[in-house]
């Protein structure tokens, strides 16, 4: 006797197929860049960082991203 168990899509959201899948995977792959900040604000990132339990990785995609949707034309 085996436990069947069928995974059915959360309510409200489409279904995607395997090639906008695999789309949207490589969209969140993480990749390296490199770039130089001041002392101070490096300090002030952490800072801000350690006192909202955030990874500086997150705090740099999010400012990233928002400051990119706020000046695109």
């Known amino acids: ?4 168990i069928t995974l059915e ?3 409200g959201r489409s279904r995607v ?3 906008q899948a695999k789309e949207g ?4 792959e993480l990749v390296l860049i490199s ?9 002030r990132a952490r800072v801000f ?6 990874s ?7 400012a990233l991203n928002e400051y990119i949707d706020r000046h695109a034309t």
């Open 56 to 62: 500086m990785q997150d705090l740099i995609d999010r």
């Open 1 to 4: 006797m085996g436990l069947r």
């Open 25 to 28: 995977a490589a969209d969140d």
């Open 49 to 54: 960082c350690a006192e909202r339990d955030l």
């Open 35 to 43: 770039a130089r900040v001041r002392k101070a604000t490096r300090k």
């Open 17 to 19: 197929s395997d090639e």
């Open 9 to 11: 899509p959360p309510k």
